[in-house]
């Protein structure tokens, strides 16, 4: 499902995203951003990794993006909205996806550690779940690769210092 603005493309959202990201690795956070758009093409959550600062495992770009949209909308389906992230969902944020009934996920960069999307396994696409989501990889993924390459570099290297 895409959304009916044609006018606004996937990277434009991504860029969004990216964003998102940026914020998250000014305060040394793990740069990872999400952003949730409904059908109009209007963007409806924004958020940013958060882990180190909430402390809480949860605290993943998508999963607060999910939990903010959901507020917006009054509703835990998100039945007509893509969801827009830096990085290929993880276990836990594709079960989130799965659960919030989004049909459509566009990510930036593979992650061959976690990304449950199609580098590990395709979480959001097994027909044994009663939901599926259409899968669109690797919109900006050099862009969205390299802020994090670029992130733990800095973190390895301040760590050396150290």
Known sequence: MKHKNPCISD????SLAIEEAKKA????????????????????AKAHNLRETT???KSHAEFLAIEKANEQLGSWRLENCT??????PCPMCA???MQARIPRVVFGAYDPKAGSCGSLLNLLQ?????HRAEVTPNILGQECGKLLTQFFQALRNKKKKM
Do not use: C, S
């Open 55 to 57: 402390q809480l495992a």
């Open 83 to 88: 969801l827009y992230v830096t990085l290929e």
């Open 11 to 14: 990277e434009h959202y991504m």
């Open 126 to 130: 097994d027909p044994r779940f009663n």
């Open 25 to 44: 690795a000014t305060i040394e956070e793990v740069p990872i951003g999400a952003v949730i758009v409904d059908e109009k093409g209007v963007v409806i």
């Open 95 to 97: 079960g989130a996806i």
